[in-house]
């Protein structure tokens, strides 16, 4: 037990001086970052900051995957799971993780019954 607390107590001491120090000694400063100073878009490049505006849903926050099968849904209103995935050539449960993700958005509504019904985009 005596153990414990001693290892404890050195954890809670470590936190509280070692980050200090190692800012101290290895801090933040003003160079140019490599992705700056070496930039050939290839090895080393800036990344974006992204821009969200008002109806960007469906390009910010969807995969291409998911996207897709929008496309597909836009494309061919009425259609079911199975039909969706033999056009994208993705199996039926991944086909079926991406309607749940497109009715979460509120992008596609499910219409009739679980056998006969398809698939709508809003």
């Known amino acids: 037990m005596i153990t414990f607390i001693i290892s404890l107590a050195v954890l809670i001491l470590g936190y509280l001086f070692y980050g200090r120090f190692?800012?101290?000694v290895f801090g933040p400063d003003d160079r140019v970052t490599p992705a700056i100073a070496k930039r050939d878009n290839v090895d080393f490049m800036v990344l974006?900051?992204?821009v969200r505006g008002a109806n960007d849903t469906i390009?910010?926050?969807?995969?291409?995957?998911?996207?897709t099968t929008y496309t597909i849904i836009r494309s061919n209103p009425g259609i079911q799971r199975k039909g969706i995935?033999?056009?994208s050539g993705k199996s039926v449960a991944t086909t079926g993780?991406?309607?749940?993700i497109l009715?979460?958005?509120?992008?596609?509504?499910h219409r009739d019954s679980d056998?006969?019904?398809?698939?709508?985009?809003?």
């Open 22 to 24: 190692v800012e101290r």
């Open 48 to 50: 974006p900051i992204p």
């Open 59 to 67: 390009n910010d926050t969807l995969n291409d995957s998911v996207k």
């Open 85 to 87: 995935a033999d056009i």
């Open 97 to 100: 993780r991406h309607l749940a």
């Open 103 to 109: 009715v979460k958005e509120g992008l596609i509504e």
């Open 115 to 122: 056998k006969t019904g398809g698939y709508y985009a809003k």
